[in-house]
């Protein structure tokens, strides 16, 4: 059975944004996300509160959350890494946060100076201090599927890392295919383990990137499963700065046609939406790499 309504949760302002080389200046950021809005999503991730050496591309994290203040029903999150990171987006008024960890060593590593384990005792007091001001908390596992540097990932180490964010108090859980090499039956194969041990479904979400196509037939294979919840970057943009190999996430349009052909309801206006991501190619001159977008601007 499929879902009747899949909630999209929009991340080409920060996933997809995060690795252009070339600075997006914050107005135009801000009018990215004021359109995303009013093509009718209504959770659009807006920055990242990390060191500004890390991420050079969102060190205007300050400048930028301020202009989405009209954004009104539209849920705003924002990834923190640690206390300094969410220091700063509560002085702001966020009100969800996302932190980030790994399945692997080598990308805990790199992403975040820390090993898997240190990484988790780095959220602890980011996650508890959040619930206490009932601040919503995403948890964003990595590398669930693969891993550049390690390979395939085995499911019992993902599980094992999955648990134990939702252990530290984390609303929902994104599976991150940072690199985009799952297939459908391992999509199911992990989330039927996760249910296993305890991770039920409607608290899990599913991240996918499509540098080998796969991501619309994962999604599908997550929505068989009954997930409900699915990340996606508007015109297929982005990749990860830390993550070699890793390139776009599955394209909201390309996602959009699916579940509409499907009579799922997203509450997205797909014209609205392309003609974002037309803009948004524009801007960083170069064509959005999403079929969808491709073929709808092209009638
Ligand atoms: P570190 O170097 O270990 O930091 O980096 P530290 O804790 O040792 O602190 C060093 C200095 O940085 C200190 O300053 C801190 O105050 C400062 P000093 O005292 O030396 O003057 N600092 C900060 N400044 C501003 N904001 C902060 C902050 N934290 C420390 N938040 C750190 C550790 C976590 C900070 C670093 O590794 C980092 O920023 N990493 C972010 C990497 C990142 O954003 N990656 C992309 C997102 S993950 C992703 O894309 C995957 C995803 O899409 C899912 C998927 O596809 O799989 C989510
Ligand atoms: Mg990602």
């Given at each position: 059975d499929l879902p009747a309504r899949v909630r999209i949760h929009e991340v080409g302002a920060r996933d997809g944004l995060q690795n252009e080389k070339t600075v997006v200046p914050t107005e135009v950021k801000a009018e990215f996300i004021h359109r995303l809005a009013a093509a009718g999503l209504t959770t659009i991730e807006a920055t990242s509160f990390v060191h500004p050496k890390w991420v050079p591309q969102l060190a205007d994290a300050e400048d930028l959350f301020?202009?989405?203040?009209?954004?009104?029903?539209v849920a705003l999150p924002v990834l923190v890494p640690n206390e300094r990171g969410l220091d700063r987006a509560i002085a702001l008024g966020a009100r969800r946060i996302a932190v980030f960890g790994s399945a692997t060593e080598a990308f805990a590593a790199r992403n975040?100076?820390?090993s898997v384990d240190e990484s988790l005792a780095m959220f602890e007091p980011v996650v508890a201090r959040a619930k206490a001001d009932k601040v919503h908390v995403r948890g964003y596992l990595s590398m669930c599927f693969g891993d550049?540097?390690?390979?395939p990932v085995p499911v019992h180490q993902v599980v094992r890392v999955a648990k134990a964010l939702m252990d530290l108090g984390c609303d929902e859980l994104s599976l991150g295919d940072t690199i985009g090499v799952a297939t459908p039956g391992h999509v199911q194969d992990l989330l039927s383990e996760l249910n296993e041990e305890g991770v039920h479904t409607n608290t899990i979400g599913v991240h996918f990137h499509d540098t080998y196509g796969q991501a619309l037939a994962n999604t599908l294979a997550a929505l068989q499963h009954g997930v409900t919840t699915v990340d996606a970057s508007a015109g297929g943009l982005g990749g990860c700065p830390?993550?070699?190999?890793a390139t776009g996430n599955l394209a909201t349009e390309d996602l959009v046609w699916m579940l509409h052909g499907l009579?799922?309801?997203?509450?997205?206006?797909l014209d609205a939406l392309t003609a974002t991501s037309v803009w948004l190619a524009e801007q960083l001159g170069r064509p959005s790499p999403s079929r969808t977008v491709r073929a709808l601007s092209h009638k």
């Open positions: 301020p202009r989405l203040g009209d954004l009104e029903g975040l100076n820390r550049p540097w390690e390979g830390y993550a070699k190999s009579g799922i309801e997203t509450g997205v206006d």
